[in-house]
C-alpha cells in the first residue's frame, strides 16, 4: 500500500502525533481545572466549547485551504494549536479557558480536513478501503496512547503543556517536509439535515444522541475519576481502557450488524450500554469498574457507526456522501451540549452523575430504538458494510467503500435531489 502511495507514511506519522499532542492536552486540561477548583458546571462549558469550535471550523476550513493550500494551513494551524496548548499553562483562567478551548477545535478540525483531504486524493480504487482502515487505527490507537503520557509528568507544572505543544509541533514536521504534489480540496456536497430525518429518523436520533454521550466521555471522565480518589496515573489507564475498548470492541460488533438487522444490535449495545453506565455508578474503584470501563468503550464508541451504516443502508448510491457528512453534523450538534450537561449533573450529584447520565442518554436511545423496531419492518435499500467511523471531517467519508461505489456508478449527487418519499414497500427507519 504504502508503495502506491509515497505521502501516506508522512501523513500518518502527522496524524498520531497530533492526536499524541491533543489527546494528552483534552485530559490534561480537565483534570488541571479539576486541581485548581473549577466546578463540574464550568469544566462541562469549557469542554463544550472545544465542541463547538469544531463544529463551527468545519464550515470555515475548506475557504482557508483553498486560499493558501494544504501545507500552509497545516503549519499555520499547527502553529496556532501549539500557543493555544502553551496559553493555558500561562493563563490559568476558565473563561480564558473556555476561548482557548474554541479556538483549538477550530484549528484541529482544519488539520485534520488537510491530513484526510490528502489521504483521499491520494487513495484511489481498491486502496482507499485500506487506507481508512489504516487510519482510524492510527486514531484510536493514538488516543489510547496520548492517555499515558499524561504519568511523565505532574499536571501543576509546565511540563505536560510544553510535551503537548511538542508533539503538536512535531506533526507539521513530516506534512510540511512532503515533496508529494498538494490535492485539489473536494466539494463537499450539500446537505438537508431534515430529508435525511425523514429517511431515517433512528440514525438521525442515534447520531444525536451518541455524539451527547460521547463527548462527555471525552470531556468529563478525567472529573469523574478525579472525583471518585483516583491517582493522575490511574485516571490515565482507567481513559486508555475505555477507548482501548472502543477499538478492539467495534470489530465484532460490526460484524454482528453486517449478519443481524442493524437496529437490533443497535438495541442491544445501547442497553448494554446503559446498564453498564448504571453498574459504574454503584461500583466502588476496583477491579469491576475498570472491566466496565472497558466494556462501555466498546459498546458506546459503536453507536455511531452503526447508526451511520444503518443509515447508508437506506440512501441510494449517489446519495451516501452527502447523507454521511449530515450524520456528521448532527453528531457534532450532539456533541457541542453533551459535557455542559453532564457537568451541570455531576455538579449536582457529585462523580455518580457521568455515569447516570450516560445511563440516561443511552437508554433514551435504546428505548427510541425499540419503538421504531415495533412502528415499522422496513426493507433497506441495500445491506452496507459496517465501518468503524470517529467524528472528523466529512472529507475521510470518501473513503468509505460506499462512497467508492457510488463514484463508480455515478457522477455523484447530493441531498438537495434526494428523492424523499419512501417506496410503497419502505418506510422510514
Known amino acids: 500500500m504504502y508503495a502506491a502511495l509515497p505521502s501516506a507514511i508522512s501523513l500518518f506519522q502527522g496524524v498520531a502525533l ?4 491533543t489527546g494528552l492536552l483534552n485530559t490534561l486540561i480537565t483534570v488541571r481545572g479539576l486541581a485548581e477548583g473549577f466546578s463540574e458546571s464550568l469544566l462541562g462549558l469549557m469542554m463544550s466549547g472545544y465542541f463547538a469550535g469544531y463544529l463551527l471550523g468545519s464550515w470555515l476550513t475548506a475557504p482557508l485551504i483553498r486560499r493558501i493550500g494544504h501545507i500552509r494551513t497545516f503549519a499555520f494551524c499547527g502553529a496556532l494549536a501549539c500557543i493555544i496548548a502553551l496559553l493555558h499553562a500561562m493563563v490559568v483562567n476558565p473563561w480564558a479557558w473556555l476561548l482557548l478551548r474554541v479556538l483549538l ?4 478540525v482544519t488539520l485534520y480536513m488537510v491530513i484526510e483531504s490528502w489521504l483521499n486524493a491520494d ?53 510540511t517536509l512532503t515533496r508529494h504534489a498538494q490535492p485539489t480540496l473536494p466539494d463537499v456536497p450539500s446537505i438537508r439535515l431534515v430529508q435525511l430525518a425523514r429517511k431515517s429518523p433512528l440514525a438521525v436520533t442515534a447520531s444525536v444522541l451518541s455524539g451527547l454521550a460521547l463527548s462527555a466521555f471525552w470531556g468529563m471522565a478525567p472529573v469523574y475519576a478525579g472525583q471518585r480518589g483516583f491517582e493522575t496515573a490511574d485516571i490515565a489507564s482507567l481513559m486508555s481502557l475505555t477507548v482501548l475498548g472502543g477499538a478492539l470492541l467495534q470489530w465484532p460488533i460490526g460484524r454482528l450488524s453486517d449478519r443481524y438487522p442493524r437496529p437490533l444490535v443497535l438495541l442491544w449495545i445501547t442497553g448494554l450500554a446503559a446498564l453498564v453506565s448504571l453498574a459504574m455508578s454503584l461500583l466502588p474503584a476496583a477491579a469491576p469498574l475498570w472491566v466496565a470501563a472497558f466494556l462501555w468503550g466498546g459498546l458506546s464508541f459503536s ?21 454521511s457528512s449530515g450524520m456528521l453534523v448532527l453528531n457534532g450538534l450532539g456533541a457541542a451540549f453533551g459535557p455542559v450537561l453532564a457537568g451541570a449533573l455531576m455538579h449536582w450529584l457529585g462523580a455518580p452523575g457521568l455515569p447516570l ?7 433514551l436511545l435504546a428505548l427510541f430504538t425499540l419503538l421504531r423496531m415495533h412502528q415499522v419492518r422496513e426493507q433497506a435499500r441495500r445491506q452496507a458494510h459496517h465501518v468503524t467511523l470517529v467524528n472528523t471531517t466529512p472529507t475521510v467519508l470518501e473513503m468509505m467503500p460506499e462512497a467508492q461505489e457510488a463514484e463508480q456508478e455515478t457522477g455523484g449527487a447530493d441531498l438537495q435531489d434526494l428523492d424523499v418519499a419512501a417506496p410503497a414497500d419502505e418506510k422510514p427507519a
Request: negative net charge; charged residues 10%.
Open 123 to 175: 487513495a484511489t480504487g481498491e486502496k482507499r478501503g485500506q487506507v481508512f482502515a489504516v487510519y482510524m487505527f492510527v486514531n484510536l490507537g493514538a488516543l489510547t496512547v496520548a492517555q499515558q503520557l499524561l504519568q511523565l509528568g505532574s499536571i501543576m507544572t509546565f511540563f505536560l503543556f510544553a510535551l503537548a505543544a511538542i508533539l503538536i509541533s512535531a506533526a507539521t514536521l513530516p506534512i
Open 105 to 108: 477545535g477550530v484549528a484541529l
Open 18 to 21: 497530533l492526536l499524541l499532542g
Open 357 to 363: 447520565y450516560h445511563t440516561l442518554i443511552l437508554g
Open 303 to 323: 453507536t455511531y457507526s452503526i447508526a451511520v451504516t444503518h443509515m447508508i443502508d437506506r440512501l441510494a448510491p449517489e446519495d451516501v456522501l452527502a447523507g
